[in-house]
């Protein structure tokens, strides 16, 4: 059986170096196990973090009788400690319920960074009160703290992030490159639990129904500060509404809620590759400007004709958007009646 780990999350060995426990979450009951061990065991030797301060936590549904079939999974183990512990279904709470009872030591849980992962990473952090930071690339230990990075902005900056407290629960980005070909094979210490049997959870799904992206759309309309209001913004949707265009926005309309955040264009948000851009009362800054330079054309309305955006537009209006944009939305209805 697995022995106890000891109190203490931090050891001093022979030759000074200080290790720390760490524990991996693996989530065995879908295809992409072995995958998830291959990442975690590369990602643990770029990353220093020695195998023998390491615990395996698998979640799986191999019932008594065939239990070998985690025999394969043994092997490619990246740390000298396993417990497979069995769940006759894939319940995040089942998981988490156990989780929170076992605590071993850990400065430092791992996941791996796809839904999953990242859900358990965020959940477990709460409930355990520690730090949590998803998708990252890298990780060390500096004196009393974590440094972990991972891409920001869409991946156009790989931001530094300190973690100072503990314990510190870290998903590995999913698209983190894998070793070549698992090496594991020193012996790993395995032991089974039958704890997190739970009958009592059911699983729910609601179809999602897929809408059309506004991204798919041959042209769509950007709002920027310059309409000042959301009551300018809802106009503005409206009138784009009434001749099927899609209404997306720069970074200040999305932080004032004028419009949900999974419209805003730009490094941080959605590139768009449009036939056609239509920007009303947007500057042109260059983290937005990343966000449209791959549309086809692009036509601006701005009251300052020094804008940066008029240099960039294929058209570029000067005038009030609001104006502007009614009076074109009027004539593009008409059009499409007379055509109709
Ligand atoms: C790390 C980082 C990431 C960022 N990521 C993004 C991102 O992904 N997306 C993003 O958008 N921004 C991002 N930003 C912010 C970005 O730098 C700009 O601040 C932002 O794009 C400005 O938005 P805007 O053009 O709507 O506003 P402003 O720059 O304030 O421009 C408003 C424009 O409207 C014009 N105007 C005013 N009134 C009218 C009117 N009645 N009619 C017509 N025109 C009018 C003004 O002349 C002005 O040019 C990021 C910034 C940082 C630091």
């Given amino acids: 059986m697995l022995q106890k780990l000891p109190e203490s999350c931090l050891i001093t060995t022979k030759n000074g170096y200080r290790s720390m426990k760490y524990t991996l979450i693996i989530n065995n009951f879908y295809d992409n196990v072995r995958e998830q061990l291959l990442k975690l065991g590369h990602f643990l030797s770029e990353n220093n973090l020695k195998r023998d301060d390491g615990y395996a936590i698998v979640f799986h549904k191999y019932s008594a009788e065939n239990i070998q079939a985690l025999d394969s999974i043994t092997e490619l183990m990246p740390v000298s400690h396993v417990r497979y512990v069995y769940s006759n279904q ?15 030591g850990s400065s430092l849980y791992l996941f791996i960074g796809d839904i999953w992962g990242n859900e358990l990473c965020a959940r477990l952090s709460v ?19 974590f440094l972990a990075k991972k891409k920001i902005c869409s991946g156009h900056i790989l931001g530094s992030f300190e973690l100072t407290g503990e314990p510190c629960l870290v ?18 210490e395995v032991s089974y639990d039958r704890t997190a049997l739970s009958t009592g959870y059911e699983l729910q799904f609601t179809p999602v129904v897929k809408e059309e992206s506004f991204t798919d759309s041959p042209c769509i309309l950007v709002c920027g500060l310059g309409l000042s209001n959301k009551e300018h913004v809802l106009a503005v949707e409206n009138c784009a509404g009434e001749i099927n265009l899609p209404v997306a926005g720069s970074r200040p309309c999305v932080m004032n809620a004028w419009l949900p955040v999974d419209r805003l264009i730009g490094v941080s948000g959605t590139i768009l590759k449009n036939n056609l851009a239509i920007l009303l009362g947007v500057s042109g800054a260059p983290a937005f400007y990343t966000g449209v330079e791959k549309c086809k054309h692009i036509i601006s309305i701005n009251t300052d004709k020094d804008a940066p955006i008029t240099k960039k537009s294929d058209l570029a209006i000067c005038g009030d958007c609001t104006e502007i944009f009614t009076k074109f939305s009027k004539l593009v209805k008409e059009e499409y009646q007379h055509n109709e």
């Fill in 171 to 188: 998903s590995i980005n999913k698209s983190y490159d894998e070793a070549a070909s698992p090496s594991h094979s020193e012996s790993v």
């Fill in 90 to 104: 894939y319940v995040p709470e089942i998981c988490l319920d156990y989780l929170t009872t076992q605590d071993n």
């Fill in 127 to 145: 409930r355990l009160k520690g730090l949590c930071i998803t998708d990252i690339t890298s990780l060390c230990r500096k004196s009393n703290l």
